[in-house]
């Protein structure tokens, strides 16, 4: 029977500590939501970093369906793999932020060190009919080293953010090592066919894995079914309420944003006192130096646009730095008129997803550079670098006729609903039963 060996930098969930109490903490995101209900399915054992307080009272569990294998990471090889190479030298060049990437003394020894301790992890994990399954941008060197070593049994890695052009990615100074240990997968899939592209076009006809397309899908009953509360709030009281999420981090068009509403009222000054943008932002890498300075230079913004249109009765931008809880998110879903989602550059962007899925009236404003957009084609697609232009989507949004924006919202229902996290399992799991690759995929699709 074919089972799952997942290796993911991320665990399915992790024991933290608060209050001096144990606590599960579950990692809820739309990866490691697809990926417990693979391996919950087939079996098989979740290779990962426990980066709970906890986590290292549970390097091995068990949890009925699969087993976990965590791997502890001291301070010194947390530094070298996660916040130096990983979010100092890989996310920002492969999001196209060529002035933040750390090219030398980035801690790249390190992160190969740590990407062979995964290796040995699913060598000593793996039977001879499992399917070994990786995952981003953090173990990008764990195919090659499976295959130097001897792994003969089938790997898909699973590319979850943007690929670059091939000009952006050879900047790297071991871009050779990356393409050559990805390219040892037997299936490489990406979100867009973009990104696919850009792969393929480093290899100029040389053999490698096969690469494909295969967009994440969400839990679509989930959110469509989700209990909700209505949001209450004086502030929002016959207002049309725009709404976003986002993780702080360059690559969301955080202040971009900012600026587009200041746009908005000033070159319709008659959207003064109609709206309220609900502006939720969660906190993450707070100890970096650079998220400090993002943080500062947002909140800046958002309260120069707030003192100069907000009135005693009224303020253009309600924002909130925090986390919300999963039905809180929910909630802001079904109360929203118009989601602004708006990144500079996004490998997918599952919250544009989400929404759809959940709202039952709202108008989605989407950048042309999320991997969404390419699927979503009823929201307004718009270039998050010009505010002028996300300011005339909010208010071509605002002034939409009902009928035109419930065939709009219909026509993404439909598609995200069709490709949803199971029709993407079963993309994969195609993927992984293939005998022949050239007989069953063709033309870079799954037959």
């Not at 490698?208 to 989930?222: C, F, M, Q, T």
Request: glycine share 6%; net charge positive; aromatic share 10%.
């Amino acid at each position: 029977m074919m089972r799952y060996v997942i290796a993911s930098s991320r665990c399915p969930f992790s024991h933290d500590v608060v209050m001096g109490r144990e606590l599960v903490k579950e990692n809820v995101g739309g990866v490691a939501t697809a990926l417990k209900r693979a391996i919950s399915k087939h079996g098989g054992t979740w290779i990962c970093w426990g980066d709970g307080k906890a986590d290292n009272r549970y390097v091995n569990e068990d949890v009925g369906t699969y087993k976990i294998k965590r791997i502890i990471l001291t301070p010194q090889e947390k530094r070298g793999y996660y916040d130096m190479y990983s979010n100092r030298t890989l996310w920002p060049l492969f999001h196209y932020f060529r002035e933040r990437v750390q090219y030398t003394d980035n801690g790249y020894e390190t992160y190969r060190k740590v990407n062979e301790k995964f290796a040995e992890e699913i060598l000593n994990n793996t039977s001879q009919e499992d399917i070994v399954w990786v995952h981003d941008y953090q173990l990008s060197l764990v195919p090659g080293i499976l295959r130097q070593k001897g792994l003969k049994n089938r790997i898909i890695f699973t590319w979850h953010i943007p690929w670059v052009s091939r000009e952006m990615f050879e900047t790297l100074t071991e871009s050779d090592e990356i393409k050559e240990s990805v390219g040892s997968a037997d299936f490489i899939t990406f979100h867009t066919d973009l990104y696919r592209k850009n792969f393929e076009s480093l290899f100029e006809n040389r053999k490698h894995g096969k690469s494909i397309a295969v967009p994440l899908g969400i839990d679509y009953r989930y959110f469509e079914k989700a209990k909700s509360s209505q949001i209450k709030s004086y502030a929002l009281k016959d207002k049309i309420m725009l709404f976003s999420i986002d993780r702080l981090d360059y690559t969301k068009g955080l202040t971009n944003r900012v600026l587009s509403i200041e746009r908005l009222i000033r070159n319709h000054p008659e959207t003064s006192g109609k709206f309220v943008y609900v502006m939720i932002v969660t906190p993450s890498r707070t100890s970096v130096s650079d998220y400090v300075s993002m943080k500062r230079e947002l909140e800046m913004n958002i309260g120069r646009v707030n003192g100069e249109f907000g009135t005693i009765s009224w303020m253009p931008i309600l924002y909130m730095y925090r986390k919300i809880s999963d039905h809180s998110l929910v909630s802001y879903y079904k109360s929203a008129d118009i989601a602004l989602i708006t990144p500079l550059i996004d490998g997918l962007n599952l919250v544009s997803k989400e929404f759809i899925a959940s709202t039952e009236k709202g108008i989605l404003v989407l950048s042309k550079f999320a991997g969404a957009s390419n699927c979503l084609r009823g929201a307004l697609i718009v270039n998050p670098n010009s505010p002028d232009e996300v300011a005339d989507a909010i208010y071509k949004a605002m002034n939409m006729e009902r009928k035109e924006a419930d065939e709009r919202l219909l026509k993404m229902k439909a598609i995200v609903k069709a490709r949803d996290t199971d029709w993407w399992i079963k993309r994969i799991y195609r993927l992984a039963i293939a005998k022949e690759h050239d007989r069953r995929v063709t033309n870079n699709r799954i037959e």
